[in-house]
């Protein structure tokens, strides 16, 4: 019995070290800290959109005002409740980038998961993203997100590395 146990608790702990294969990764960074107005809504939609999953299974998603989340190896997302901050403050600078494994694929997939996707991929032609195909999507509570290739040489239906620069 304690062997069967040792083995199930063995099995646990190497699923949450180790991410979904699936997940999408976060670009440029292996942290980000978003605000969020709503937080079990957020959750969901980094859980059944990204493929993240919270890091501590414990966590209530409607009474934490903070959850961590991991997108794939060395990404990690935290979520914080930001309610009652003024909207021009909670607006971030730039989108939150992922990268993901095909942008036209990752497209079709937002779409069929209901999220508003503004456009279709296209060249970023400034920056010191210039050369790189990105598709821009929303959030359910409005902020803007982007899945990027790695590749400025990339086509919009080609395959996209899955590690940040």
């Not at 292996?30 to 999953?53: E, I, K, N, S, W």
């Not at 409740?81 to 997939?109: E, I, M, T, Y």
């Not at 409005?142 to 996209?160: C, E, I, N, Y």
């Amino acid at each position: 019995m304690l062997l069967h146990t040792l083995c199930l608790l063995a099995l646990a702990l190497a699923a949450m070290a180790s991410p979904s294969a699936g997940a999408a990764t976060l670009y440029g960074t292996g942290y980000a800290r978003v605000g969020v107005p709503d937080m079990a809504q957020a959750v969901t939609f980094f859980q059944d959109v990204l493929d993240c999953r919270p890091i501590d299974a414990n966590v209530t998603r409607k009474s934490a005002s903070s959850v961590l989340l991991s997108c794939d190896t060395g990404s990690i997302v935290e979520l914080f409740d930001n309610r009652g901050v003024p909207a021009a403050s909670a607006k971030p600078d730039q989108p939150l980038r992922f990268v993901a494994d095909d942008l036209r694929h990752g497209g079709d997939w937002l779409r069929r998961e209901g999220v508003t996707v503004n456009g279709s991929p296209h060249r970023l032609t400034s920056g010191p993203l210039a050369g790189r195909m990105v598709l821009d999507f929303l959030a359910p509570w409005g902020m803007p997100l982007q899945l990027l290739d790695s590749h400025a040489d990339s086509a919009a239906d080609g395959v996209l590395a899955t590690v940040a620069d």
